[in-house]
């Protein structure tokens, strides 16, 4: 390979909105098999917004909102900032921690409260109603988020917000396939929801419920078992998997630290800049060859 050509390569990468880190990067994408897709700002909008709210017997619409809403406004999760954006925030935080892959927790207006997924709550032995736990399970066969509320020993509702899938997304995926790559959906949510998203983009295989720290792991594993792997993710949460895949791309509209950990910075927000890039790879290194 010479580094004229590879040059040219990542000069015509940066032209389409693509940047390369280095020109040795392109090397690595030739014998990716297969693509890992994070969900939540990658193969969907990662915009939501707060569709329904129901509620345990004898809790109010109102202050839900009111404590929740004040405690996700400390938060920078998509599923936060729809919560808070229907938050009245007159209420007082006093505390705040994030659980990754789980939720937030803290004190508001001295109330110990929880906001995320029932096994947060679960934890704080705070269940789901049975009507409540129905409720859930149907928002997330329907390709919702759902998230549970609780504070004071008791779990108090259920918040439900969606997600789009973004309108480019299922070109890409058929365009990744053609190009002889097995998508695969990687996520934190559930398999309701990632199933759902999945049938919708045209993704066989799904590897849901991840906690963030695992993420590596999953790359890992396809690794161990001969896969040749390319990571694309946006969330802070990428950063590692991103690293560890043979050829990590972060979306552009991610944060800084899962462009730091990759290869390739895929500077327009839409998924089918990923099969430009391997196909801008592979050209280049078939011109050299
Ligand atoms: P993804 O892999 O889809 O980007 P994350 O790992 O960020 O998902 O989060 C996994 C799950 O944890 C979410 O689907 C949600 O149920 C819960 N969660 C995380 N952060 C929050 C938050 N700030 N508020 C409520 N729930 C949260
Ligand atoms: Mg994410």
Same mark, same amino acid.
């Given at each position: 390979?010479?580094?004229?050509?590879?040059?040219?390569?990542?000069?015509?990468?940066?032209?389409?909105?693509?940047?390369?880190?280095?020109?040795?990067?392109?090397?690595?994408?030739? @014998?990716?098999?297969?693509?890992?897709?994070?969900?939540?700002? &990658?193969?969907?909008?990662?915009?939501?917004?707060? &569709?329904?709210?129901?509620?345990?017997?004898?809790?109010?619409?109102?202050?839900?909102?009111?404590?929740?809403?004040?405690?996700?406004?400390?938060?920078?999760?998509?599923?936060?900032?729809?919560?808070?954006? %229907?938050?009245?925030?007159?209420?007082?935080? %006093?505390?705040?921690?994030? #659980?990754?892959?789980?939720?937030?927790?803290?004190? #508001?207006?001295?109330?110990?409260?929880? #906001?995320?997924?029932?096994?947060?709550?679960?934890?704080?032995?705070?269940?789901?109603?049975?009507?409540?736990?129905? %409720?859930?399970?149907?928002?997330?066969?329907?390709?919702? &988020?759902?998230?549970? #509320?609780?504070?004071? =020993?008791?779990?108090?509702?259920?918040?439900?917000?969606?997600?789009?899938?973004?309108?480019?997304?299922?070109?890409?995926?058929?365009?990744?396939?053609?190009?002889?790559?097995?998508?695969?959906?990687?996520?934190? $949510?559930?398999?309701?929801?990632? @199933?759902?998203?999945?049938?919708?983009?045209?993704? $066989?295989?799904?590897?849901?419920?991840?906690?963030?720290?695992?993420?590596?792991?999953?790359?890992?594993?396809?690794?161990?078992?001969?896969?040749?792997?390319?990571?694309? =993710?946006? =969330?802070?949460?990428?950063?590692?998997?991103?690293?560890?895949?043979?050829?990590?791309?972060?979306?552009?509209? =991610?944060?800084?630290?899962?462009?730091?950990?990759?290869?390739?910075?895929?500077?327009?927000?839409?998924?089918?800049?990923?099969?430009?890039?391997?196909?801008?790879?592979?050209?280049?290194?078939?011109?050299?060859?």
């Amino acid at each position: 390979a010479t580094p004229t050509a590879l040059l040219v390569g990542t000069g015509r990468g940066a032209q389409m909105g693509i940047l390369i880190k280095g020109p040795e990067v392109l090397e690595s994408t030739r @014998r990716i098999d297969t693509v890992v897709l994070d969900k939540t700002g &990658t193969v969907t909008a990662g915009t939501m917004s707060l &569709t329904a709210v129901h509620l345990a017997e004898g809790e109010s619409r109102e202050e839900v909102l009111r404590l929740a809403g004040a405690l996700e406004h400390a938060s920078e999760h998509p599923i936060a900032r729809a919560i808070a954006r %229907e938050a009245r925030s007159d209420a007082t935080v %006093e505390s705040f921690a994030n #659980v990754e892959g789980l939720g937030v927790q803290g004190v #508001v207006d001295g109330h110990a409260v929880l #906001v995320g997924r029932p096994r947060l709550l679960a934890e704080w032995s705070q269940h789901l109603p049975a009507d409540l736990e129905r %409720e859930l399970a149907d928002e997330q066969a329907e390709g919702r &988020t759902a998230v549970a #509320v609780g504070w004071d =020993g008791r779990a108090r509702a259920v918040l439900v917000v969606a997600d789009v899938v973004k309108p480019t997304s299922k070109e890409a995926i058929e365009q990744l396939k053609a190009l002889g790559l097995t998508p695969v959906l990687l996520t934190g $949510d559930n398999e309701a929801v990632a @199933r759902s998203v999945a049938a919708e983009v045209g993704i $066989d295989q799904v590897i849901a419920e991840v906690l963030p720290a695992d993420k590596v792991d999953v790359v890992k594993r396809l690794q161990s078992e001969g896969k040749v792997v390319a990571m694309v =993710g946006d =969330g802070v949460n990428d950063a590692a998997a991103l690293a560890q895949a043979d050829l990590g791309l972060a979306m552009g509209t =991610g944060t800084d630290a899962a462009i730091e950990a990759s290869d390739l910075t895929l500077v327009r927000g839409d998924l089918k800049v990923a099969p430009d890039a391997i196909r801008l790879a592979r050209r280049t290194l078939k011109v050299i060859k």
